[in-house]
């Protein structure tokens, strides 16, 4: 007895289903991988804050170094100091241009990430560390920040974990409470405290 030829037909829905399946997994995997997962963009959003607080930080002591042509001891003393006088403008504490409240810490690398500590290290230099979530190169901080956001305003990035800058103050020829272009000048990170 021989049976007579059947014609089947191939269910492919099934096997399409699995393909794009395994497609679309594949997709997520390279992206993050290219872009990092939710937990990344999470920490660099966070060491955006961190960055927005040094650029902060530092408008605040350039205000009391204009007024009073020495760095200021600490952070305090550098938001209670009154600006130079404008032309035509009282002057305001250095602290009071708004932003977000600090909690700026004194010393050397802070031991959180996302906080930040300022060091006077002489009557025009000063030493400013955070501590970053996730090293960030040149290119990323010049795109992501404005000449006064932070660590972009070094020209350059920044590794994961603390990291240090020295910078020499210089009096600025706009009298404000917070420098539109920082005049200050960056000393190498392996300058002596």
Same mark, same amino acid.
Request: net charge negative.
């Given at each position: 007895?021989?049976?007579?030829?059947?014609?089947?037909?191939?269910?492919?829905?099934?096997?399409?289903?699995?393909?794009?399946?395994?497609?679309?997994?594949?997709?997520?995997?390279?992206?993050?991988?290219?872009?990092?997962?939710?937990?990344? %963009?999470?920490?660099?959003?966070?060491?955006?804050?961190?960055?927005?607080?040094?650029?902060?930080?530092?408008?605040?002591?350039?205000?009391?170094?204009?007024?009073?042509?020495? %760095?200021?001891?600490?952070?305090?003393?550098?938001?209670?100091?009154?600006?130079?006088?404008?032309?035509?403008?009282?002057?305001?504490?250095?602290?009071? !241009?708004?932003?977000?409240?600090?909690?700026?810490?004194?010393?050397?690398?802070?031991?959180?990430?996302?906080?930040?500590?300022?060091?006077?290290?002489?009557?025009?230099?000063?030493?400013?560390?955070?501590?970053?979530?996730?090293?960030?190169?040149?290119?990323?901080?010049?795109?992501?920040? !404005?000449?006064?956001?932070?660590?972009?305003?070094?020209?350059?990035?920044?590794?994961?974990?603390?990291?240090?800058?020295?910078?020499?103050?210089?009096?600025?020829?706009?009298? !404000?409470?917070? !420098?539109?272009?920082?005049?200050?000048?960056?000393?190498?990170?392996?300058?002596?405290?």
């Amino acid at each position: 007895m021989t049976r007579p030829p059947v014609n089947r037909r191939l269910d492919l829905g099934s096997i399409l289903a699995i393909a794009a399946a395994a497609v679309a997994g594949i997709a997520i995997v390279v992206g993050f991988t290219i872009v990092g997962g939710p937990g990344h %963009a999470r920490d660099r959003r966070l060491d955006d804050i961190t960055s927005q607080k040094i650029g902060q930080i530092l408008g605040v002591v350039q205000c009391a170094f204009d007024a009073s042509g020495i %760095a200021p001891i600490d952070y305090p003393t550098a938001a209670m100091t009154r600006s130079a006088p404008a032309h035509g403008t009282p002057p305001t504490l250095c602290g009071s !241009s708004g932003g977000m409240e600090l909690k700026v810490g004194a010393g050397d690398v802070p031991a959180a990430p996302g906080d930040v500590t300022y060091l006077e290290t002489g009557p025009t230099q000063i030493k400013i560390c955070a501590n970053f979530r996730i090293a960030q190169d040149q290119t990323v901080e010049r795109q992501a920040y !404005s000449s006064y956001g932070g660590w972009a305003i070094f020209g350059e990035g920044h590794p994961a974990g603390g990291h240090c800058q020295f910078l020499d103050l210089v009096k600025s020829s706009i009298a !404000s409470t917070v !420098s539109p272009e920082p005049p200050y000048e960056v000393r190498p990170t392996d300058a002596p405290d």
